[in-house]
């Protein structure tokens, strides 16, 4: 089956400066790839997603790249502020297969420092 | 309804009791998923449903552990002799086939 490797674990950033978290993925099945943030006490929420028909996605301050041959999708944060804190988790999926199973990476907990 | 609801929002039993948790998934949305989330970590898999297709029962730790989903909506995960291990949140994703997953609250579940 799939398996989904994300690093850093934790990570620190100046308010201001940009974040980047990786992930790697074994299966080249699959082709849909979501990120989703979490803050304390809440429940995950989908911030960007990308499909394996593109090689990057930006939505304002955040953006997703893919590289289908090694496998691997990167989530950046550029100008970050306190309130980008949080742990976020990358998934990958096969969307068209019989069966949409997500595999989530063990995620990042991002501090974002004033 | 607008999202996807889970109850009880906290539950606390005693070691050795039995608990039951509700998903009600987006109407419409044909996959439904459970995942456990002990404190500070990540989201593991517990079972999936999609349509009328047999679940994906891989990610169960155990025999103590079933979910069953009714009329392709509302989905109950039941825990047997529930253990202090157990103590985690329980959430509840639906989705609409080949696209994001949108998730519920969560069930805290507190474990004596």
């Known amino acids: 089956g799939e398996n989904v490797e994300q690093h850093p674990s934790t990570l620190s950033v100046q308010e201001g400066d940009s974040a980047v978290i990786k992930c790697t993925y074994s299966?080249?099945?699959?082709?849909?790839f979501p990120w989703y943030k979490q803050e304390l006490g809440k429940r995950p929420q989908l911030i960007i997603d990308?499909?394996?028909?593109?090689g990057e996605k930006k939505d304002q301050r955040i953006a997703v790249t893919l590289n289908k041959t090694a496998k691997h999708f990167s989530l950046h944060i550029t100008e970050t502020q306190p309130e980008d804190s949080a742990v976020y988790f990358c998934a990958a999926s096969m969307a068209s297969g019989p069966g949409n199973q997500f595999y989530f990476g063990t995620g990042t907990s991002l501090t974002v420092i004033p | 309804g607008a999202g996807v609801s889970q109850s009880p929002s906290n539950k606390v039993t005693e070691k050795g009791k039995d608990v039951e948790l509700r998903c009600d998934p987006i109407s419409g949305h044909t996959a439904l998923y459970w995942y456990r989330q002990s404190l500070g970590q990540g989201l593991e898999f517990l079972i999936y449903f999609q349509g009328n297709s047999a679940p994906d029962k891989s990610g169960l730790p155990s025999d103590r552990f079933s979910a069953e989903r009714t009329g392709g909506s509302v989905s109950t995960l039941t825990i047997q002799r529930t253990q202090q291990e157990d103590s985690a949140v329980y959430l509840c994703?639906?989705?609409?086939?080949?696209?994001?997953?949108?998730f519920g609250p969560g069930t805290r579940l507190t474990v004596l």
């Open positions: 994703a639906s989705s609409l086939f080949g696209h994001e997953q949108f």
């Open positions: 299966d080249s099945a699959s082709n849909y």
């Open positions: 990308i499909r394996s028909n593109v």
